[in-house]
């Protein structure tokens, strides 16, 4: 193919996969399958690796950044972005309505309504088409440069139609069922659970690595813009952000006057409980431009809109008991079984008491009368117990001394709350270890659930992930509700996770402190899956980004007689593990641990080939210089990150010292 070819090629691609995203994330309305996209995505790929001078700014290759960002720089808003004023009841939201007539003296005055979206503030700043910018909130005058954060971003737009100005204002949230996820992981690994989805929105989108910030997964709706364009309602805003592209929420309504507008408000109040993602109240906006510029804002908040907020639902109900669960992991997790009682929107009858030392501050026994809630309305937990009431027949809880599922031993480790099952093969572990590796993010194995890996667990069709490759038709056949279709297509789903990337293997196999980000850093190390498992501690923490913890859990892991049983099922079954990328042997990393900066025009490299080269020979290409920065990179008319290495001692290399340092 000749390189007016691959362009057009290359244009039709990125049309063809954006049109793909918007119609998956903001319409709901997927046309063809992930297997289908995933395929556009691979030859976008290889076509920009062929022909790098033709990759595009809005490529969706280009969504996630590279090495992990320094910091963040605080950039002035071009305009205040200011908090709403908070409303709790009926009564504030008709006086509300009587300071706007008085103020604008309009007897008619409309008004749009929007559910109040519980995630993080962030202005887009377009020119010429193109994101430039993205900000946080921050103090309401200047906030966070987080652009390589926001271009992670499936719906945000990363081009336009529009070419003149334009910034959009939005909130950037997560789904319900990406929130619980990420707790999930969290928990197993020991970290602190994000309190609620906004919590986690903001934390992700603070997190200095664009990787990890793409795989959380976030979202992002529009609730504003300002551009030179004529249009004279809010409304119009929207419906031409729309129009742009942006996704807008499709709950919004306008109505004349305040008795409907409470109406629609109070509909929302249990239905909300529905939504896929998280909403703590209503927005109400006078709706005419004009109107607004009139009312005008103090200092802290525009009087033309207000939040209208629901109230926080708690319940009361009682502990009937205190079970232990075991996860994929090991770890054991006290949960309460509760009384049932109606909580935002759902039915509770468990909550989550995380580890003993949380038992422990609550101070809960079996038999207590607790206050409940759903932290972010999501998870539901004990907040409170209410001692007051104690009848005396209330029961202390003790954590087990032998795992619950397998009574196998447990183990607390030093300056951790997790204590774990080392049984391998307890068959809680076996179900929690099968669903990770048959997981989207790691072998996709279609039409492998819960329910179908209890079933296969409990009858010992399975114990591990590698049997799942020796299952016959005939077995399968013969469990409960699996018919011909259902049993072919789950075989042929695990017949085609045999051609996975290493990178999923390597996460899919469950190793202790290896997520998704990590089993990438190591498939771009080695050629295979047989190289990691050879590698020592010291091989390990001589690649970038691998500490001495995970450097030891990846050595326990691959020793582990246990774990060579399963690789050679998997071997002789024919999974993949070898890397498809060519992968650079560690002793020839000659960057392994450094940092660099590229700057200026290379004759025989473009930049992004530059820092591809440089993360393949274990370096980290970074976009500014620091004290960090180990050499500066610098071509034709390098600009002002000279100045800066040599005010910071930075070592200088030109093209030919650079070419002469990786060709060693």
């Known amino acids: 193919m000749n390189s007016q070819t691959a362009e057009k090629r290359i244009e039709r691609l990125i049309r ?6 918007f119609r998956y994330y903001v319409d709901n309305n997927p046309v063809i399958s992930d297997a289908e996209y995933d395929k556009l995505v691979r030859e976008l790929k290889s076509l920009e690796e062929q022909f790098p001078e033709l990759r595009q700014p809005d490529s969706p290759t280009q969504r996630v950044g590279g090495q992990p960002l320094e910091g963040f720089v605080t950039v002035a808003h071009s305009r205040p972005m200011l908090s709403l004023d908070n409303g709790y009841s009926r009564e504030e939201v008709r006086d509300f309505d009587q300071r706007m007539h008085k103020l604008l003296g309009a007897e008619d005055i409309s008004y749009t309504v929007e559910l109040k979206i519980d995630g993080l503030a962030l202005a887009l700043v377009y020119e010429n088409g193109l994101l430039v910018r993205a900000i946080t909130r921050g103090n309401g005058m200047s906030g966070d440069d987080i652009t390589a954060n926001a271009r992670t971003i499936s719906v945000i737009p990363l081009r336009i139609a529009c070419r003149q100005p334009l910034e959009v204002r939005g909130e950037a949230y997560l789904r319900k069922d990406d929130f619980r996820k990420i707790n999930r992981q969290r928990e ?10 906004r919590n986690a929105a903001a934390g992700t989108l603070k997190h200095l690595d664009p990787k990890e910030v793409s ?30 592209r942006f996704p807008v929420n499709p709950n ?36 005419n431009l004009a109107l607004q510029e009139t009312a005008g804002c103090t200092s802290k908040n525009p009087r033309w809109a207000m939040a209208y907020k629901f109230p926080a639902e708690q319940a009361t109900t009682r502990v009937k008991d205190i079970i232990v669960q075991v996860g994929r ?23 989550s008491l995380h580890n003993q030392d949380e038992i422990k501050r609550l101070g809960v026994k079996i038999n207590d009368r607790v206050f409940v809630e759903k932290a972010g309305e ?56 099968v669903i990770h590796f048959a997981g989207r993010d ?32 005939d077995a399968l056949f013969n469990l409960d509700r699996m018919a011909e279709k259902s049993t072919e297509n789950l075989l042929n ?78 071997r002789r079954a024919g999974v993949n593990f070898q890397n498809l990328n060519e992968a650079i042997p560690l002793e020839k990393q000659v960057l392994a641990g450094k940092t660099l900066v590229v700057t200026g025009a290379l004759e025989k490299y473009s930049r992004s080939e530059a820092e591809a080269l440089i993360k393949k020979l274990g370096g980290r290409p970074a976009a500014s210089v620091s004290k960090k920065t180990e050499y500066l990179v610098a071509g034709a008319d390098p600009g002002s990150k000279l100045d800066k290495a040599k005010e910071l001692g930075v070592k200088i290399l030109t093209e030919k010292e650079f070419l002469g340092l990786i060709e060693k």
Not at 217 to 236: I, Q, S, T, V, Y
Not at 253 to 279: A, M, N
Not at 381 to 387: A, F, L, M, N, Y
Request: with cysteine; aromatic share 8%.
């Open 442 to 473: 790691a072998m996709d194995i279609e039409g492998l659930g819960w329910e179908m890996i209890s079933v296969l667990v409990d009858k010992k069709l399975i114990a591990d992930y590698a049997d799942l490759y020796y299952l016959k038709y």
């Open 252 to 287: 919004i309504r306008t109505f004349r006057g305040i008795d409907r507008v409470i109406e629609y408000c109070d509909s929302w109040q249990e239905k909300r409980h529905s939504l896929p993602y998280e909403t703590d109240g209503m927005v109400i906006k006078v709706n």
């Open 215 to 244: 795989r959380r997964r976030l979202l992002f709706f529009a609730w504003a813009g300002f551009l030179n364009e004529d249009l004279k309602e809010h409304r119009l805003i929207l419906e031409f952000l729309r129009e742009q």
């Open 329 to 351: 992991l090991g770890t054991l997790t006290p949960v309460a079984i509760l009384e049932p009682v109606f909580l935002s929107g759902s039915t509770v009858s468990r909550a």
């Open 16 to 21: 063809e996969i954006n049109n793909h995203n």
């Open 188 to 197: 197993e690994n020991g970290e602190p659970l994000f309190a609620n989805p």
């Open 493 to 570: 789903g695990i017949a085609a996770s045999k051609e996975r990337s290493l990178d999923r293997l390597i996460y899919g196999l469950g190793i202790r402190q290896v997520g998704s980000h990590a089993a990438e850093v190591l498939a771009a190390r080695f050629q295979s899956l047989d190289e990691l498992a050879a590698a020592t501690a010291g091989d390990l923490t001589a690649i970038p980004e691998i500490g001495p913890v995970m450097a030891d859990s990846l050595v326990q892991f691959f020793s582990a007689e246990t774990t060579k049983k399963v690789l050679d099922k998997l």
């Open 378 to 433: 999501v998870i539901p937990q004990v907040v409170r117990v209410i001692t007051e009431i104690r009848t005396g027949e209330e029961q202390d809880f003790v954590m087990p001394d032998k795992c619950p599922a397998c009574s196998g031993s447990l183990v607390r480790e030093e300056n951790q709350v997790a204590i774990r099952c080392i049984n391998p093969g307890c068959p809680a572990q076996v179900k929690e270890r």
